[in-house]
T-cell receptor, first 115, second 112 residues
């Protein structure tokens, strides 16, 4: 059963703590992405990665870090430097080669609440 | 030039009516235009997509209309149903850059 899994679905943390959100895909996709979505807002790109051991900042990378040690995995760490971390976090993946559709497949999301 | 502008921000349609959401872009290099549907608490999912070599694509009750000269594309939902109530996002990308540029989203409510 192919897809993207994100865990946990809900996450609660105290202010000042780092927290890592998991994202795993078994679609054999090259690219993976992290987006942040705030209530009533669109999708804002945090980080993306085209290949293992390489990743690029998106539009709102400050206060976040990522790693891509395996093709299937792209964890996101929300650090204490992120001023307003409470949000819905979405992981996605896609192919990048050739005249593909570049369709991004999304995971179910992790809702992070920091108090 | 990288922006995709989506309107309206919210839309209320009676059951059985036609829902229309519009998007506009500036970058003429864009060659892939998908629409995503998102239900509350879920990740977005691809609904329908079009390339600029056709002016219209239909899948069931969902149709994309594409106007290359005006740099606009729209989603039409025929015979709108309460189950269509969701947030809809348009997006665009080019062959040289696989990343999707997203519209801000439209919250659609279908009244029974």
């Amino acid at each position: 059963d192919g897809g993207i899994t994100q865990s946990p679905k809900y996450l609660f943390r105290k202010e000042g703590q780092n927290v890592t959100l998991s994202c795993e895909q078994n679609l054999n996709h090259d690219a993976m992405y992290w987006y942040r979505q705030d209530p009533g807002q669109g999708l804002r790109l945090i980080y993306y990665s085209q290949i293992v051991n390489d990743f690029q900042k998106g539009d709102i990378a400050e206060g976040y870090s990522v790693s891509r040690e395996k093709k299937e995995s792209f964890p996101l760490t929300v650090t204490s430097a992120q001023k307003n971390p409470t949000a819905f976090y979405l992981c996605a993946s896609s192919f990048i080669l050739g005249q593909g559709t570049y369709e991004q497949y999304f995971g179910p999301g992790t809702r992070l609440t920091v108090t | 030039q990288q922006q995709v502008k989506q309107s309206p921000q919210s839309l209320i349609v009676q059951k059985g009516g036609i829902s229309i959401i519009n998007c506009a872009y500036e970058n003429t290099a864009f060659d892939y235009f998908p629409w995503y549907q998102q239900f509350p608490g879920k990740g977005p999912a691809l609904l329908i997509a079009i390339r600029p070599d056709v002016s219209e694509k239909k899948e069931g009750r969902f149709t994309i209309s594409f106007n290359k000269s005006a740099k606009q594309f729209s989603l039409h939902i025929m015979d709108s149903q309460p189950g269509d109530s969701a947030t809809y996002f348009c997006a665009a990308s080019s062959s040289s850059n696989y990343q999707l540029i997203w519209g801000a989203g439209t919250k659609l409510i279908i009244k029974p």
